[in-house]
């Protein structure tokens, strides 16, 4: 299968690249800068691309069976648009060159419901404040992301995980099409996920939820990777932000 990745050299984009040539599938990562990409492979094709490029997205959606779209960028002030516009371009090239499956990455926020069994202090006060207050611009651009998938007649699935951490292998995790019990999506299960839903073609026109249950952080230690540092970006030049 012919999968092309959008925001490939974030954590978690590498990872689903990873995990797609090791499946047997021809893989087209896409990055503003190539020479970072740090994944090789022979099925693996690393492409030079902008998704703010309309031209670039159309050459890298060609000849794809699929599509995957990892993008990402760190909380801020400044108003987004990195997934409404880059959503934008490759629903376009995909109708252009007749693909049809894509698979994308929001947040568990924008179920807009709490997850089962949250305690009072987060529920009420820590997410709202700290959570929510930080990651205003990126959800209202990931809400028009969704949206601008419902307005076509694609075969899309989007992921809301939770926060996001590193693990060093696909967990037994849990998926669901409601906001599931817990705060925390392993960027290896979220890789997974992405690429099992590309591939078998499950949940379209959904939401999803994809939640890791082994070996979770603490939310404070979420809370220092966001403000201190971390990995991803809409082409790997950013960090990945804490999903909610």
């Known amino acids: 299968m012919n999968i092309v990745i959008f925001g490939a050299n974030g954590t978690t984009g590498r990872l689903a690249a990873e995990q797609a040539g090791a499946a047997g599938h021809t893989v087209t990562a896409v990055t503003r800068r190539p020479e ?60 252009e060159h007749g693909v049809r499956r894509v698979v994308g990455v929001t947040s568990t926020v924008l179920f807009g419901t709490a997850a089962p069994g949250e305690g009072l202090l987060f529920r009420k006060v820590l997410e709202p404040s700290v959570v929510r207050f930080m990651g205003r611009t990126v959800y209202d651009d990931m809400r ?12 899309w699935t ?10 060093d292998s696909v967990s037994d995790y849990q998926v669901g099409r409601e906001r599931l019990p817990g705060r925390y999506t392993a960027r290896a299960d979220l890789a997974h996920e992405l690429l099992r839903q590309a591939v078998e073609d499950r949940h379209a026109r959904d ?32 960090k990945e932000r804490v999903h909610g």
Not at 158 to 167: C, Q, S, T, W
Not at 209 to 233: C, M
């Open 158 to 167: 989007v992921i809301r995980p939770g926060g996001l951490f590193d693990n």
């Open 207 to 238: 939401f999803i939820d994809v939640r890791t249950t082994q070996n979770t952080p603490s939310f404070l230690d979420l809370i220092r990777n966001e403000a201190f540092g971390g990995k991803g970006g809409r082409s790997g030049d950013t």
């Open 36 to 95: 970072d990409f740090p994944v090789r492979g022979p099925r693996l094709r690393v492409l030079k691309a902008d998704v703010l490029d309309p031209a670039a997205v159309e050459r890298a959606v060609a000849g794809q069976d699929a599509v995957i779209s990892t993008l990402g960028v760190p909380y801020g002030r400044r108003p987004v648009t990195v997934y409404s516009v880059g959503i934008r371009h490759i629903t376009r090239a995909m109708a």
């Open 144 to 155: 028009r992301m969704e949206e601008i998938l419902r307005e076509t007649d694609l075969d």
